[in-house]
């Protein structure tokens, strides 16, 4: 598992988001076509769960931090912004991250819109296999009885609004950017909030 782990983080560092020398031209761009061109697509799947399992983690260790008082000073969306930057800039950095580091960087602005987006092509390889996942379902859900159809909807109820409201926050990490300045992701909230309350 550590070598896992350390292959992983040695793959994040190759990818040059934040250099040895303290530079970071923030081209997801770039990166991404790095990925396309050195990686399959589950090798980038994988990496790409490394990623947001991390950033993920950093939130939960840091989330009081970030709302406490003084707190660390940014949005939702940049606090989802900075934890990227975090995992962008590798392991050492990872792991040696303050609460007075997050908000330095806060402050001086020290960090880029979003190393997340790398990875936007494999959000569209998860789609796709989602989808023929459910095709399959959909097969097997019309061979079954009325009643087995019944507990199979119910068991599945939840784990399909998890995928809907995962779909919504991808299309949130995709596109925030351009939408940010609008209304759109405070209605896309309400719609995750309606969403899970049908579980």
């Known amino acids: 598992m550590k070598d896992l782990e350390d292959k992983y983080w040695q793959q994040i560092e190759e990818l040059e988001w934040y250099t040895d020398s303290f530079i970071s031209d923030g081209d997801y761009k770039r990166i991404e076509q790095q990925l396309k061109d050195n990686f ?46 975090v995992v962008g800039r590798g392991k ?24 997340s987006y790398c990875f936007s092509f494999v959000w569209d390889i998860k789609s796709k296999s989602k989808s023929w996942e459910r095709d399959l379902t959909r097969n097997d859900y019309n061979e079954k009885s009325e009643n087995e159809k019944k507990t199979q909807f119910q068991l599945n109820k939840p784990k399909r609004i998890e995928e809907f409201v995962e779909k919504i926050d991808m299309l ?28």
Not at 52 to 75: A, M, Q, T
Request: include cysteine; glycine fraction near 6%.
């Open 40 to 85: 399959t697509p589950s090798e980038a799947k994988q990496l790409d769960d490394f990623v947001r399992n991390k950033v993920n983690e950093l939130g939960k260790r840091f989330n009081n931090d970030w709302l406490g008082d003084p707190g660390i000073d940014v949005s939702d969306d940049s606090w989802g912004d900075l934890r990227n930057e």
């Open 172 to 199: 949130y990490d995709e596109y925030h950017a351009e939408l940010c300045q609008s209304g759109v992701f405070h209605y896309l909230g309400k719609l995750i909030e309606e969403a899970r309350k049908l579980k």
């Open 92 to 115: 050492e950095f990872y792991e040696n991250i303050t609460v007075e580091k997050l908000q330095e960087m806060a402050n001086t602005n020290d960090y880029n819109e979003s190393f």
